[in-house]
Antibody
Framework: QVQLQESGPGLVKPSETLSLTCTVS????????WSWIRQPPGKGLEWIGY???????NYNPSLKSRVTISLDTSKNQFSLKLSSVTAADTAVYYC???????????WGQGTLVTVSS | QSALTQPASVSGSPGQSITISCTGT?????????VSWYQQHPGKAPKVMIY???NRPSGVSNRFSGSKFANTASLTISGLQAEDEADYYC??????????FGTGTKVTVL
């Protein structure tokens, strides 16, 4: 059974960079797509982007200029960096596995990141 | 890219059937059979209920079914139960290898 766990700071200051890591267990990261999704408090899901095990990335056009997703196969981890954050970036951030038919079949538990000074 | 459009809320009595729509365009729902549906209870991560338009993952009740016509996908819950009360989201693959979620629907069991 594949399991994912997000880790990183729960509080980030405005204009700084949000950094999160997702550790994958129960399966290798060297296949499938690996995705980041966020959900502002009381709002809907927003896809941030994904990385293929080969390193190919695709990002939500609305966030593309600020997002970087990377992969560390030696640690079975992938990471998210979101630069120049504002209060609008406050959300629960989920890491997830995206299957070959673009179904998000495994999700982390989510981690709340608050942007505030 | 714009979010797929879902009704904000749908309600039904126990035992009834309800249907949630998810409307997109020819560049997402209408162009690919990569539509999924997710159930999210408060404070929990979403759970996939339907993938590839109409397929159910192992362990998901057969009371959940999915379909698609043109640019609109639908999720039907039959024999509505109290435990079905949750938020539901659709998603689709889009052109340019992107991905998009729906706006979300709150299901209330009366």
């Amino acid at each position: 059974q594949v399991q994912l766990q997000e880790s990183g700071p729960g509080l980030v200051k405005p204009s700084e960079t949000l950094s999160l890591t997702c550790t994958v267990s129960g399966g290798s990261i060297s296949s499938y797509y690996w995705s980041w999704i966020r959900q502002p408090p009381g709002k809907g899901l927003e896809w941030i982007g994904y990385i293929y095990y080969s390193g190919i990335t695709n990002y939500n056009p609305s966030l593309k200029s600020r997002v970087t997703i990377s992969l560390d196969t030696s640690k079975n981890q992938f990471s998210l960096k979101l630069s120049s954050v504002t209060a609008a970036d406050t959300a629960v951030y989920y890491c997830a596995r995206l299957g070959y038919t673009y179904v998000t079949d495994y999700w982390g538990q989510g981690t709340l990141v608050t942007v505030s000074s | 890219q714009s979010a797929l459009t879902q009704p904000a809320s749908v309600s039904g009595s126990p035992g009834q059937s309800i249907t949630i729509s998810c409307t997109g365009t020819s560049t997402d729902i209408g162009g690919y059979d990569y539509v999924s549906w997710y159930q999210q209870h408060p404070g929990k991560a979403p759970k996939v209920m339907i993938y590839d338009v109409s397929n159910r993952p192992s362990g998901v009740s057969n009371r959940f079914s999915g379909s698609k016509f043109a640019n609109t996908a639908s999720l039907t819950i039959s024999g509505l139960q109290a435990e079905d009360e949750a938020d539901y989201y659709c998603s689709s693959y889009t052109s340019s290898s992107l991905y998009v979620f729906g706006t979300g629907t709150k299901v209330t069991v009366l």
